[in-house]
């Protein structure tokens, strides 16, 4: 007898996630093209649905309640405003509140009888670790969304790729995993990271099996192309990549690999949300999944289009845990709905901009760090290297940006001089600038100590 157990092929329908969330290729034939009104008809039929289910759960309900908000409000998209959104310190509250899972998931332990499930970590950036439940039918509609990105960044059913994420209590190298092998038909090479698979193996592997993508932070990917060159090869010509799907350092990526390297935007709660396509403007979001705000990080009030500010999340798929209106506070604007070159009607989003958690007010002016460090880092003699430091002079605030030079020391005090030009020309306010020599910032940042760069400190 079974007792009621069901199984993840039982518990979750494949086909009908495929239907309604395509993996790739069809996704690229079908509803990456849909037309506008088709992709906001599919986003608020989803949304209304998402919104029952959310209400169900005690951490969405108190705030809805509160707010005076209920799930019929719901009439167009843009009746989304009047959910209250919730930030990362009202998930810790909730945590705080009913441990250890908190009251905003919507499942138990228990439920994995009829609902397989995993339980995974945040990377805890800032703060303490989070709990998230994820359903079968979340990690199938999560590796599907997964699987587009590796797709639209050059990877193809067939392929060979080395996952180098770290197999730990993150989602992040699972997530991978079930993209590259359920969606993408590709096989997984699992070395894990350095620490479990040298980095010398890992370049080892990569070669003999002619994988076309190696799936890391974009840090260690180019820690391993040195370890090619250390080899007397040459990453161009004798790895066998096709694709770079790595987040960092883009035109070092690009220039090392000679491949084009596709930005995307996600996080560990609702995976991929959007990608950048092959016009390279903006990252399309995958709108069937998910419905974007741009906000004020101070304020949360709605931002205009082409307006920098938190970005603020609702996911049209999961049923492990909702994420309804969830201010992550990672900064960018969104772009206005229109055809773009690539064909897809999908809305845009620009470039990951920064943490709006770190939002420095000087003289009246929002200033994100990352923001200043990468108009900083842009003028001509600057190397890709900054930090940025908030101080208190006086009775106002300050900002200092920290820049490392590529020529000569002796052009320095100009090159200050530069720097503090264009960041006056872009935001309106002075804010000093100091060459630094290569190196001098690596205690700062934590180059040698952690994957995760610093660039900023508040010395307020
Ligand atoms: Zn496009």
Same mark, same amino acid.
């Not at 161009?236 to 960092?248: E, H, S, T, V």
């Given at each position: 007898?079974?007792?009621?157990?069901? %199984?993840?092929?039982?518990?979750?329908?494949?086909?009908?996630? @495929?239907?309604?969330?395509?993996?790739?290729?069809?996704?690229?034939?079908?509803?990456?093209?849909?037309?506008?009104?088709?992709?906001?008809?599919?986003?608020?039929?989803?949304?209304?649905?998402?919104?029952?289910?959310?209400?169900?759960?005690?951490?969405?309900?108190?705030?809805?309640?509160?707010?005076?908000? =209920?799930?019929?409000?719901?009439?167009?998209?843009?009746?989304?405003? %009047?959910?209250?959104?919730?930030?990362?310190?009202?998930?810790?509250?909730?945590?705080? @509140?009913?441990?250890?899972?908190?009251?905003?998931?919507?499942?138990?332990?228990?439920? @994995?009888?009829?609902?397989?499930?995993?339980?995974?970590? $945040?990377?805890?950036?800032?703060?303490?670790?989070?709990?998230?439940?994820?359903?079968?039918?979340? %990690?199938?509609?999560?590796?599907?969304?997964?699987?587009?990105?590796?797709?639209?960044?050059?990877?193809?059913?067939?392929?060979?790729?080395?996952? !180098?994420? $770290?197999?730990?209590?993150?989602?992040?190298?699972? $997530?991978?995993?079930?993209?590259?092998?359920?969606?993408?038909?590709?096989?997984?090479?699992? =070395?894990?990271?350095?620490?479990?698979? !040298? $980095?010398?193996?890992?370049?080892?592997?990569?070669?003999?099996?002619?994988?076309? @993508?190696?799936?890391?932070?974009?840090?260690?990917?180019?820690?391993?192309?040195?370890?090619?060159?250390?080899?007397?090869?040459?990453?161009?010509?004798?790895?066998?990549?096709?694709?770079?799907?790595?987040?960092?350092?883009?035109?070092?990526?690009?220039?090392?690999?000679?491949?084009?390297?596709?930005?995307?935007?996600?996080?560990?709660?609702?995976?991929?949300?959007?990608?950048?396509?092959?016009?390279?403007?903006?990252?399309?979001?995958?709108?069937?999944?998910?419905?974007?705000?741009?906000?004020?990080?101070?304020?949360?009030?709605?931002?205009?289009?082409?307006?920098?500010?938190?970005?603020?999340?609702?996911?049209?798929?999961?049923?492990?845990?909702?994420?309804?209106?969830?201010?992550?506070?990672?900064?960018?604007?969104?772009?206005? %709905?229109?055809?773009?070159?690539?064909?897809?009607?999908?809305?845009?989003?620009?470039?990951?901009?920064?943490?709006?958690?770190?939002?420095?007010?000087?003289?009246?002016?929002?200033?994100?760090?990352?923001?200043?460090?990468?108009?900083?880092?842009?003028?001509?003699?600057?190397?890709?290297?900054?930090?940025?430091?908030?101080?208190?002079?006086?009775?106002?605030?300050?900002?200092?940006?920290?820049?490392?030079?590529?020529?000569?020391?002796?052009?320095?005090?100009?090159?200050?001089?530069?720097?503090?030009?264009?960041?006056?020309?872009?935001?309106?306010?002075?804010?000093? =600038?100091?060459? =630094?020599?290569?190196?001098?910032?690596?205690?700062?940042?934590?180059?040698?100590?952690?994957?995760?760069?610093?660039?900023?400190?508040?010395?307020?």
């Amino acid at each position: 007898m079974s007792q009621g157990i069901r %199984r993840p092929h039982q518990a979750v329908d494949f086909d009908e996630a @495929a239907r309604r969330f395509p993996p790739p290729p069809e996704y690229f034939e079908g509803a990456y093209l849909a037309s506008a009104e088709e992709i906001e008809r599919t986003q608020l039929a989803r949304l209304r649905h998402r919104a029952d289910q959310a209400y169900r759960i005690p951490f969405h309900r108190r705030r809805w309640d509160a707010a005076g908000f =209920a799930p019929g409000d719901l009439r167009t998209l843009g009746d989304l405003w %009047r959910a209250p959104a919730y930030t990362v310190d009202d998930i810790r509250h909730s945590i705080e @509140a009913a441990p250890p899972y908190g009251d905003y998931q919507a499942v138990v332990p228990g439920d @994995a009888v009829r609902e397989p499930m995993r339980l995974y970590m $945040s990377g805890g950036t800032t703060g303490a670790s989070r709990p998230t439940f994820y359903t079968a039918w979340d %990690r199938a509609v999560g590796g599907i969304l997964e699987a587009r990105q590796l797709y639209m960044q050059g990877v193809r059913p067939g392929d060979v790729v080395v996952n !180098s994420w $770290s197999y730990g209590t993150h989602n992040g190298a699972f $997530s991978f995993d079930e993209a590259a092998y359920q969606w993408l038909n590709c096989v997984v090479i699992t =070395a894990s990271t350095g620490n479990v698979t !040298s $980095s010398r193996k890992q370049v080892e592997l990569a070669l003999e099996y002619g994988a076309t @993508a190696i799936l890391t932070t974009g840090d260690y990917v180019l820690r391993l192309a040195e370890v090619v060159r250390e080899m007397g090869l040459d990453p161009r010509k004798d790895l066998a990549l096709k694709a770079i799907p790595n987040i960092g350092d883009t035109a070092l990526l690009e220039e090392t690999f000679g491949l084009p390297c596709f930005a995307t935007y996600g996080f560990h709660e609702v995976q991929t949300v959007a990608v950048e396509c092959e016009a390279r403007d903006g990252l399309h979001i995958f709108e069937d999944a998910f419905v974007v705000q741009v906000v004020d990080p101070e304020t949360g009030e709605p931002l205009p289009d082409g307006e920098t500010g938190a970005l603020v999340v609702t996911e049209l798929y999961k049923t492990g845990s909702a994420q309804f209106r969830y201010n992550i506070m990672d900064l960018s604007y969104l772009m206005p %709905r229109q055809q773009c070159g690539c064909g897809s009607w999908l809305r845009k989003i620009g470039p990951f901009a920064g943490r709006g958690d770190n939002m420095v007010k000087l003289r009246g002016v929002n200033l994100w760090p990352e923001v200043v460090g990468e108009v900083a880092t842009s003028v001509p003699g600057t190397a890709p290297d900054y930090f940025v430091r908030a101080l208190r002079d006086g009775n106002r605030d300050e900002m200092v940006v920290h820049v490392v030079g590529a020529g000569d020391p002796a052009g320095f005090g100009d090159l200050a001089g530069s720097v503090e030009d264009a960041l006056r020309e872009r935001f309106g306010v002075r804010i000093r =600038a100091e060459i =630094a020599a290569p190196g001098a910032l690596d205690a700062w940042t934590g180059v040698d100590v952690s994957p995760k760069l610093k660039r900023f400190r508040d010395e307020r």
